[in-house]
C-alpha cells in the first residue's frame, strides 16, 4: 500500500522530499521485517541442529551400547544420581576478569556489593 503511495506521489509531481520520506519509511520497514524474520529463521534451525544432533547421538553411539550405558546423564544403570554432569565445587575461588565496568553487584543476597572496573580481575568465593 505504501509502495503505491509512493508511486502516486512521484507521478502526481509533488515535493520530491516527501516521496522521498515515503520511500525510507517503506525501506526501514522492510528492514525491520527482514531482520524479523532473519533472527526467528537462526532460532529455528538452531533449535533443529540441537534436536538433529541429540537424535543423532542416540541413534548412531548411544543404541548401539547394551542397555545399562545409553543414558547421557547417567554412567551406568546402577547409578542413582546423574554423574556424567559434575556438579560445581561451591566451596571454591572464582577468578574473573571483567570487559566492561559493572554496576553494583550484591553478593550472595546480602547488601553487600561489589562494583568492578573494566578489565579488572576479581577473586570471589562461591559461598
Same mark, same amino acid.
Given at each position: 500500500m505504501q509502495e503505491e503511495t509512493v508511486d502516486d506521489?512521484?507521478?502526481s509531481?509533488?515535493?520530491p522530499l516527501i516521496a522521498s520520506l515515503y520511500q525510507m519509511d517503506l525501506d526501514r520497514a522492510q528492514f525491520l521485517l527482514?531482520?524479523?524474520l532473519r533472527v526467528q529463521l537462526q532460532k529455528i534451525e538452531k533449535?533443529? #541442529?540441537i534436536r538433529d544432533i541429540g537424535k543423532h547421538l542416540e541413534e548412531t553411539v548411544l543404541s548401539k551400547l547394551p542397555d545399562n550405558?545409553?543414558?547421557v546423564l547417567k554412567q551406568s544403570i546402577i547409578s542413582r544420581e546423574d554423574d556424567m554432569v559434575p556438579k560445581p565445587q561451591l566451596d571454591t575461588f572464582v577468578v574473573?576478569? #571483567?570487559e566492561r565496568?559493572?554496576?553494583?553487584?550484591y553478593l550472595d543476597g546480602s547488601r553487600q556489593f561489589a562494583s568492578f572496573d573494566s578489565r579488572q580481575f576479581a577473586i570471589l568465593t562461591c559461598l
Open positions: 506521489f512521484v507521478e509531481g509533488h515535493d527482514r531482520s524479523y533449535f533443529m #541442529c550405558y545409553q543414558s574473573a576478569k #571483567c565496568a559493572t554496576r553494583p553487584l
